[in-house]
Nanobody
Framework: QVQLVESGGGLVQAGGSLRLSCAASGSIFRANAMGWYRQAPGKQRDLVALITSGGNTNYAESLKGRFTISRGNAKNTVYLQMNSLKPEDTGVYYC?????????WGQGTQVTVSS
């Protein structure tokens, strides 16, 4: 059973930074891609950033330059560095892993940016 565990969320003032971490366990296979999505209150879950096993990245256009996704040295770990945070970045951030064409989700971590 694949499980993803996120950490690193919290409360931060506008302009601050946070680093989210995600580790997937339960699979001997390397994820084809891992990513971060976020869901603001009353809104749908949207892609924040994605990184493939080859290191290719894809970002939501509005977040380019402020957020950086990276993979850890340990298998199936991924990070999201978030800088210059804005109140509109508030939401629940979910980690996602694509392993052998199956998608797995973490439970989410809350990020709240105060103005």
């Amino acid at each position: 059973q694949v499980q993803l565990v996120e950490s690193g969320g919290g409360l931060v003032q506008a302009g601050g930074s946070l680093r989210l971490s995600c580790a997937a366990s339960g699979s001997i296979f390397r994820a084809n891609a891992m990513g971060w999505y976020r869901q603001a209150p009353g809104k749908q879950r949207d892609l924040v950033a994605l990184i493939t096993s080859g290191g290719n990245t894809n970002y939501a256009e509005s977040l380019k330059g402020r957020f950086t996704i990276s993979r850890g040295n340990a298998k199936n770990t991924v990070y999201l560095q978030m800088n210059s945070l804005k109140p509109e970045d508030t939401g629940v951030y979910y980690c996602n892993a694509d392993i052998l064409s199956s998608r797995y989700w973490g439970q989410g971590t809350q990020v709240t940016v105060s103005s």
